[in-house]
């Protein structure tokens, strides 16, 4: 196997051999499903929603959810000091932050499909029968990518500030803070929310039901680019911050 | 201990400034192949910003510092060209030390033998599922050394391993590190007990505020004085 590979496969035994991490993973994969199920059992489906747009109402929730997993996962190597050890073994600095990001990426990846279809059963079984229609399945692959960028964010905060506590305030800042503070954004506004990633969902979901200013201008696929970019701009910075300081 | 040929360590007008402070001022020395060496010097004279320099833990500001003539960051198996032992708290409080040697080796390619060996060798076996968060000092430092010993390493970089070992595990600590080095093996090991470090070295470096004081093989170093204790102390003060 090749030293990413490897280094890969490193990253995942470290997930797996602790169990709150682990424990962390399935609480963001069942954050979704569950908050949706809530929704729906209390009346929040409506008579134009579909199975889908039902299963994506906790995604702001799962968004938060990935995105504190990930920062923890990044965070708790420094909590611990375990970072000297890893650096030791791969002091190749961008293949293991590589194979960071890789890691925790394909357990969002995984942990979010699983969410995004145990969501819509969920819906579906608790939906009135045959009153709302599946939607666009298509959008879920919308909420898996999103989920992906949130933990590849986590991830590079986590390595940016070095602390797990304050990564987690980040990346809930930066889930959170787009929409609520969406207002102080002026002309910014509809570029700023309509790429944060849980406007991005909701675009895909609902198609144009967004009011102007929270639609990216580019389109809901543009948005959905510019997230993943704005995701592997973060990652390039942290890259660039972990290859230059001290470990 | 299998021979293994060693790399030497070099480190050459190593220099690094941190907040202000001088914290290694063109600091120059060799750790040889087969060798026990010694690197002593006061809390805060930069020997462990030296070891982790070495390892490219520590970035340094100009100078440098090889292993077998290359950047450690440069060799395909880093674990299999130096293994260290850095800070006994470099374990996840929530992971056994089975998992936390399992990483190490996911992360070079080395097989499950590997942890085996390891466990095996630190005496640590019957302990493998503890989690490092209910270890005593003296176990995590074994845990480090396994740490350090799982890739078979040419080279073994020991930061204060005799910190928090019983007189037995100083003792089997001895035989360890005497048998690395009879094996061909590049041993570099940090510690404040001298009278340890007189049983085990075959070289010693001096090291204080940032500068070598002192490199030499233990018995030129010693000279005619009583001890390395004595010595030590000596060259120190007449700074």
């Known amino acids: 196997m090749s030293r990413f590979t490897d280094a890969v496969a490193a990253e995942l035994v470290k997930v797996r051999t602790v169990r709150g991490l682990v424990v962390g993973a399935v609480l963001a994969t069942l954050a979704l499903p569950l908050t949706s199920l809530l929704v729906v059992t209390s009346g929040g489906l409506g008579e134009q929603d579909t199975l889908t747009s039902g299963a994506a109402t906790g995604t702001v929730v799962g968004l938060l959810a990935f995105g504190a997993w990930g920062a923890s996962v990044a965070g708790s190597e420094y909590v611990h000091r375990t970072i000297t050890v890893s650096l030791a073994a791969v002091p190749h600095r961008p293949t293991l932050l590589l194979a960071k990001l890789a890691a925790a990426g394909a357990i969002a990846a995984v942990g979010g499909a699983a969410a995004a279809l145990l969501s819509v059963l969920l819906v579906h079984s608790a939906a009135p029968p045959h009153t709302h229609h599946l939607g666009n399945p298509w959008s879920l692959v919308g909420i898996v990518l999103a989920f992906v960028a949130v933990t590849v964010v986590g991830v590079a905060v986590g390595v940016l500030v070095r602390s797990s506590t304050a990564s987690i305030a980040v990346v809930a800042a930066a889930v959170l803070l787009p929409k609520a503070a969406a207002g102080l954004l002026g002309g910014l506004q509809p570029w700023v929310v309509g790429a944060s990633p849980g406007t991005v969902v909701t675009q895909l979901v609902h198609g144009g039901q967004l009011a102007d200013d929270q639609t990216f201008p580019g389109g809901t696929a543009l948005a959905l680019l510019s997230m993943l970019a704005v995701a592997t701009a973060v990652g390039s910075v942290s890259a660039l911050a972990f290859g230059r300081r001290d470990g | ?239």
């Open chain 2, 1 to 239: 201990m299998p021979e293994r040929s060693g790399s030497a360590i070099e480190v050459e007008n190593a220099s690094k400034v941190l907040d202000g402070v001088r914290v290694l001022d063109r600091v120059s020395f060799t750790a040889e192949p087969g060798r026990v060496t010694a690197f002593l010097g006061p809390n805060g004279a930069g020997k462990s910003t030296t070891l982790r320099a070495i390892l490219g833990i520590d970035h340094l500001d100009s100078g440098r510092a090889v292993i077998g003539g290359r950047p450690f960051r440069e060799h395909p198996q880093p674990l299999q060209v130096a293994g260290a032992l850095l800070s006994p708290d470099a374990a996840h409080p929530a992971r056994s030390t089975r998992g936390h040697l399992r990483i190490l080796a996911a992360s070079n390619g080395l097989s499950r033998t590997a942890v085996d060996r390891a466990l095996e060798l630190v005496g640590l076996r019957d302990l493998a599922d503890l989690p490092a968060g209910q270890m005593s000092l003296g176990m995590k430092q074994r845990l480090g050394l396994a740490t350090a010993l799982i890739g078979d390493p040419a080279v073994v970089i020991l930061d204060e391993p005799h910190n928090g070992l019983d007189t037995a595990a100083i003792r089997w600590l001895r035989g360890v590190l005497r048998s690395l080095a009879d094996a061909g093996r590049t041993v570099l090991v940090s510690s404040h007990l001298m009278a340890e470090v007189e049983l085990i070295a075959d070289d010693v470096v001096v090291i204080d505020e940032g500068r070598i004081i002192a490199a030499d093989t233990l018995e030129r170093f010693l000279g005619i004085s009583g001890s390395l204790e004595d010595r030590y102390l000596g060259e120190l003060s007449s700074r």
